[in-house]
């Protein structure tokens, strides 16, 4: 069978399962979260007590990862997916009916615990069925479909206040495609025997590698598995976690700080919202134009050659724009470097569901995963939360030269531990 016919194939079988729902999942979220800060400013909440609503919703996937790993090794990939969306539909009528802003914060908590599940369970499917050759390209598309709902949920909720004139027609829209969800999982094809397990060859770990406490794999699944619990598995891959890991978190910090951090340079500059809207728009539309792209270089080159470029890119435009804030042509510095941070967002895509898959023990990856999506979430957590502190204390170009010194260690981490933990496509090491 070619590349082609296979690569055609393989997103037949999991258009259905993996990136409709998805879509649908990613939509709705997308549609709901612009709206959490008005609905706690309607309910006479201050700014800070809005913000914590939509922080809530990041600490709610932050504290689900792990649970989400024993989820999905215990009760497997699609009934984590059908239960994940339960508890979606669940916290988004809480969210209609809250009475409180207390109410919102749980509510918000429940979505994104859920959507933490959900994912991960996409996640750990697709690790161990989809084939090496096809890996990274599978999981780009993946990104990118979240990437898709997220972006056009914005504009559907534009849409339903211009008819409606309600913030709550979206959050009934969310409801719909939790619904929608739950259905097209539970009565679509069964993914096990549309796609079943894709078996491959196990590297053994080298004799320098002895000590690490790590077996470093191609994306194989040995003969025989035993299931291990969560704790243990974050500590047989301690090695991996802390060094990749680490490095990961950091280019997820970098990708949470563009997205934090260019807003809020628009504003220092006393730009109006229009104009920022227009260049972070910009911004956000090179980014997804380019999703697929990471994925045939990682297939066709290495992971190496998409996580090193896009971190330095974006190490660069960060480091560069934190430059530009006195300058006479500032804004216009603004938008190229926004599109600069944009193309290297946008080549980062899948990268780090790629490694994550790439570096799970194979037969049973889900507990892994678990603590590879809390590092990378909680990277993506930390960064905003340094920019803001960083920003009080000092100033906002300081916090963009500090997201690009971020940047300097995770440029460095990924050239020296991509190569000792993640092997070629092509099987050599």
Known sequence: MSDSASTGDILKRFAPMIYGPTILFALGEGAVIPLLPVLATSMGADLAASSLVVTALVIGQLCGNLPAGWAVGRLGERLTMIASSLVTLLGTLVLIFAPSVGMLMLSALIIGFSASAFGLAR???????????????????LGGSFRFGMFIGPFVTALLLSIFGTEYASIWFFVVCAVAVILLVTFGPDPEKAAPVVPTVVREPAAEDADTGELIS????????????????????RDVLFRLGLTAAALSGLRSARQSLLPLWGVSLGLDAQSIALIVGISGAIDFALFYASGQVMDRFGRLWAALPATVLMTAGFLALSLTHDLPEATMWFGAFAMMLGVGNGLSSGILLTLGADTAPQHDPAPYLGSWRMMTDGGATVAPLAITAITAVASLPVAAAAMGVLGVFGSIGFARYIPRFVPRPDGRE
């Open 218 to 237: 191609t994306g194989s699944i040995p003969t025989v598995a035993a299931h291990e619990g969560v704790f243990r598995t974050m500590l047989n891959h």
């Open 123 to 141: 996640h750990a499917f697709m690790t161990t069925r989809v084939p090496l050759f096809f890996r990274a390209r599978a999981l780009s598309l």
